[in-house]
């Protein structure tokens, strides 16, 4: 079976796996949408975690779709490893997601909790099912499963007593707050960083047990649409306790939304018969 490297949007609100780190760079041209900031004073308006939360979940539902080119490149120790890899990506909803390899055409397709490996051809190569156990046992799908950035339905349900807790204020039209998850066997506590003029997220600093740390950072917020912003640049970093530190850095480039992307360009071919 070919194998190719495999490039997800990170999840967010949902706990990391321990070995990835991710840079996005986007790329966009010919705007002529106004740069009017989504929240002028935030002082006065953003005062809960649930007050952030809106503004990010009002600026991510403008989005229908997505497709962006991807060029990854994955480092150790601030050293490549390997040749840089790129992608075509397509994105629906909060859950359906397509990459297809430039260099081999090799598809991944993530559709709920199902991701399944194609060849070039459109054959089913091999996939796996990743989900609660709950979900599986009820037959319930997920619907979380390739957000653009942030899930924020999944973070009201995970964090339902924080929503309302207040937020610190860090000027600019920042504010951040922070969350204890119920299960800390692999994240002990998060910290966000929200940018409200933007509706976008800032930092993302996670503590794992045993005293490693991922920290995910989202900067220089471009226009996509009218009042529909996406960062431009991210790096998500993982530091274990040795010392040893792990990133991925990615160029976007050629992005699109609301184009219209039918359901079946994320459809999950049947596995074959032998």
Known sequence: MDKTCE??????????????????????????????????????????????????ETNYKQIADLTFDALVVYTMNKKPQGSPAKFHMQQKGGYM??????????VTIMNAGLTAYLDSQGNFQGGFEVDTVGNMLSGTSSTSGAPYYWD???????????TMNLVEQKGSGVVAFQALPKDTTTVTRIIYTVD???????????????????????????LVG????????????TTDPSGLVIEWQTKISNIKINQGLPDN????????TR
């Open 7 to 56: 490039f997800r949007m990170p999840k967010r609100f949902r706990r990391p796996r321990p070995v990835l780190t991710l840079v996005i760079l986007l790329t966009v041209t010919g705007i002529v949408w106004g740069e009017t900031p989504i929240v002028q004073d935030t002082k006065n308006s953003v005062r809960t975690v649930e007050d952030a939360l809106d503004i990010v």
């Open 226 to 237: 009218p009042k529909v912003w996406l960062p431009t640049e991210e790096t998500a970093t």
């Open 97 to 106: 997601l397509r990459q297809t390899a430039a260099d081999t055409g090799i």
């Open 196 to 222: 409200c003029q933007h509706g976008i997220p800032v930092e993302e600093l996670m503590d794992l047990p045993g005293g490693g740390s991922q920290r995910t950072s989202h900067e220089a917020p471009v």
């Open 152 to 162: 924020v339905q999944g973070f009201r349900r995970e964090f339902p007593g924080i």
């Open 265 to 272: 360009v994320f459809a999950i071919p049947k596995r074959p």
